[in-house]
């Protein structure tokens, strides 16, 4: 059974019309006139337990909206939520005691206690027994590396600390799923790797079920087998991320470098193919997955061809996954 059901999920705002300069202004405060941002519009998905689920879109797309209404901070405009058998915001309660969430733009940790006092805090809302608490304490404490700054206020951390804080206090009370809004947003490579592997330690040494955001898609290709991507509010893909990209990945590259004597006077040219670089012996070639396979064109080369080296250079999922917002190719046409 899904641990997560989401069915035509919408969240709308009223937003206020802006009017420039100050008699607009003082207009604006006596008109009723506002606009409806339609921040979430539709969403269906289900997650089963013990997934970690990239959910991707840019910005403004309604990923965060979407964690505070499965956090329980939003109540939606429509639609209906089950997550870990609860209607998040109805049974906010019972609900937060059995899930964790880390928004990366700001802390839920106490501003001015040291991160120690913090995680007692947490450990005496959430009733975890002390011996839990402990081990799971030391456990994090070791792989976040915690130790330097336990004793540190909150105010006083660097950012990538201040967010190992934030997850250890996430996860203390042992929750059955996490909410991840831009866990690594803003850190250097080093802090971001220790965070992934963190996450994925969670995910797979403790079966917890993980929903990520991200702008980083190194996060997403280390970590989520499966992404989902919205934009304006609309789901636009859900499946395996391997899929999208040979959906949409572009062309690839194949690279040879031919033999000295192949010489500068030969064609080289493959149907199927398209030369992009020619640097004396180095020749590039362009080409898509439905005109001819790597090996296809491999063979035909060394057929014709004395070849020295050759390597193919796959397009990368950034450019595949900007490709997508920018083109929207996933866009059903209305009906
Ligand atoms: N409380 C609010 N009142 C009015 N509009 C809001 C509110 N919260 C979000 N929105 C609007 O809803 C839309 C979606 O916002 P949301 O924060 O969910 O995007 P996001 O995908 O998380 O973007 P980002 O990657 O920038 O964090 C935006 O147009 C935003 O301005
Ligand atoms: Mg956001």
């Known amino acids: 059974m899904s641990i997560i059901s989401v069915t035509d999920l919408h ?75 609860h209607v998040p915001w109805r049974e906010r309660k019972t ?13 839920t940790l106490w501003w001015d ?6 995680l007692e805090l947490l450990q005496y809302v ?15 404490r070791e792989l ?19 967010m190992r804080a934030d997850i250890c206090a996430a996860l203390l009370h042992e929750p059955d799923l996490l909410f991840l809004d831009e866990p690594t947003i803003g850190l250097d490579v080093v802090a971001k790797e220790r965070i992934r592997q963190f996450i994925r330690h969670i995910n797979r040494e403790r079966g917890v079920t993980v929903l990520l955001t991200t702008h ?18 609309r789901l636009l893909y859900d499946g ?14 194949l690279v040879v470098d031919f033999a000295e004597d192949e010489g500068a006077a030969a064609d080289l040219s493959v149907d199927g193919a398209t030369i992009i670089e020619r640097d004396g012996p180095r020749v ?35 450019d595949t996954i900007r490709r997508i917002y920018e083109e929207r190719l996933l866009e059903k046409p209305s009906n």
């Open 95 to 107: 609900y937060v005691a059995r899930i964790g969430a880390v928004f990366g733009q700001r802390t």
């Open 11 to 85: 969240k709308h705002f009223k937003v206020n019309k802006h009017r420039s300069g100050l008699a607009g202004a003082v207009r604006g405060l006596f008109s009723t006139e506002s606009t409806l941002v339609r921040a979430v519009d539709g969403i269906s998905f289900s997650v089963e337990p013990g997934e970690l689920v990239g959910y991707l879109g840019p910005n403004g797309a309604g990923k965060s909206t979407t964690l505070k209404m499965l956090t329980g901070l939003l109540v939606p405009t429509s639609g209906q939520l089950l997550s870990n058998g």
């Open 126 to 140: 959430y009733k975890v027994p002390r011996e839990r608490f402990r081990h799971n304490l030391a456990e994090f």
């Open 240 to 253: 395996q991320l391997a899929a999208l990209r040979d959906r949409f990945g572009g062309k690839r590259e």
């Open 144 to 162: 976040l590396e915690l130790g330097p700054f336990l004793n540190t206020p909150v105010r006083s951390l660097s950012l990538g600390q201040r």
């Open 284 to 318: 590039v070639y362009s080409f898509g997955r439905e005109t001819i396979s790597a090996s296809g064109l491999i063979s035909l080369l060394s057929a014709r061809y004395r070849i020295r080296d050759l390597s193919v250079r796959e397009p990368d999922i950034e």
């Open 216 to 233: 980083d898609l190194s996060d997403v290709e280390k970590l989520c087998e499966r992404v989902m991507i919205i934009d304006h509010g």
């Open 113 to 118: 206690l040291p991160v120690i006092e913090s």
